[in-house]
């Protein structure tokens, strides 16, 4: 039914074309076929659709560009990279999903490096912020890496800690690690099994620098 509302509506001919969210209460594959749809449309006839979604991953997946709504207003807009990696407040971040927003302030700089403190723990990222200021931290749950044991790694920021929680989302385990501060991170649900992971593990979580997005704190 959604794509043969989507092809009426086609009749016309329309250079620009709005869907209020076209796949809602869809099955998985019955999303893929109208996704599939959609990126036909905007290539071969080259129409621009705009779209209201609340499904994150589809974003990601077919937009040239998004626009975070929030209470009525648009917070930021840009490529979903600069709205997945790079969002501009916590209000956006939490919105797409970054979980870790760590609550911080710069102690150290070197040209773009930075270290900041977070709570007994140090966090380092680039940056522009200079010393002094007060920041938060920003990683995504799939940038941050797990080890039993602390290894070589190319990883400037490595946090050891306790698995408190452990939850199986389908093939996906999010693990929660208090490192002196809470850290939530994913993995594959083998790989969690094939090394052993339960909730009182001791573990390594390392993530890169330049995985590590910080923005301004006002409070």
């Not at 917070?75 to 997945?84: A, R, V, W």
């Not at 919105?95 to 709570?119: H, P, R, S």
Request: hydrophobic residues 40%; charged residues 25%.
């Amino acid at each position: 039914m959604q794509r043969v509302a989507i092809a009426r509506s086609l009749v016309t001919e329309p250079e620009l074309l709005f869907l209020d969210e076209p796949t809602a209460n869809l099955d998985p594959t019955s999303t893929a076929k109208v996704e599939e749809v959609l990126a036909h449309i905007i290539q071969e006839r080259k129409a621009t659709i705009v779209m209201a979604t609340h499904n994150m991953s589809q974003g990601q997946r077919i937009a040239d560009r998004i626009g975070v709504l929030i209470d009525g207003k648009i917070l930021q807009t840009g490529s979903p990279d600069e709205i997945f990696c790079l969002p501009k407040d916590t209000e956006v971040a939490e919105f797409v999903g970054v979980e870790n927003i760590l609550k911080g302030v710069i102690v150290e700089k070197d040209d773009n490096l930075v270290t900041i403190q977070v709570n007994d723990c140090t966090v380092q990222a680039i940056s522009d912020y200079g010393i002094g200021e007060a920041v938060y931290a920003l990683i995504r749950p799939e940038d941050i890496t797990f080890t039993l044991a602390k290894g070589k790694t190319s990883a400037r920021n490595v946090f050891q800690g306790k698995i408190t929680k452990i939850a199986s989302i389908g093939p996906i385990a999010r693990i929660e690690v208090d490192c002196g501060f809470p850290l939530l991170g994913t993995i594959t649900k083998r790989s969690a099994e094939d090394i052993g992971l339960k909730t009182g593990t001791r573990i390594s979580a390392s993530s890169k620098a330049t995985a590590v997005h910080v923005i301004k704190r006002w409070n």
